[in-house]
């Protein structure tokens, strides 16, 4: 098996998975709570990767961080560098494309979470940010933690968006659904084999914890 692509993928997935979670949660927490009439476009914006071809979004992604657009253009002043086939580049188009499976678990596990704790948090003093710090992300944990997990199973598995923003460099860009896709080009059937089953594997075990997570957030949550 290709382990140098295994291994770029996991420390992919783990920093999209991070990130995912440091903006996800304030984002989700909004979605969940605010009563801007306008926010069904905020969701469907952050939706839109689940629907959108791809090797669409990588494009667009390629443009918005080419040496020609304002954030490739600062990138290559700050650090010399290009965005696009990058790791960096790579991480920027993983996050965005990742970002409704961190979303809509959380978001859900945020709505099932009592209003009356959170009220009764506030009535105590207690300010918005602090009640979401020590009652509505304790409470939601599962779903977070479920959130986690498919964002993280989400990116090991990329194939179109990091092929189009990162293309396909050994040790640089070069995941293992890339590495996959190289080995039966190359008729090297025995290693996409033995990396395909890795795949499998991984993505079978990720999916019942995930439905684990889940049936614990249900069985947490109150009935009435």
Known sequence: MDWQAIWLSVKLA??????????????????????????FLVEALVALPL??????????????????SPVGALYATLTGGLLPFSFPGLLIASVLYSLPFTIQPVAAAFAGVDRKLIEASWCLGVSRAATFRRVVVPLARAGIAAGAVLSFAHTMGEFGVVLMVGG?????????????????????????????????????????????????????????
């Open 168 to 224: 396909n460099i050994a040790g640089v860009t070069r995941t293992v659904s890339i590495s996959i896709y190289d080995q039966v080009q190359a008729l090297n059937y025995a290693a996409a084999w033995q990396t395909s089953l890795f795949l499998l594997g991984f993505s079978f075990t990720v999916l019942a914890l995930t439905y684990a997570l889940q049936r614990r957030a249900w069985a947490l949550w109150p009935t009435s």
């Open 14 to 39: 783990s920093a999209t998975t991070v990130i995912l979670l440091i903006l996800g949660l304030p984002l989700a927490y909004w979605l969940t709570f605010s009563p801007r009439r306008w926010k």
């Open 51 to 68: 629907i959108l071809p791809p090797t669409v979004l990588g494009f667009y992604i390629l443009l918005a961080i080419g040496p020609r």
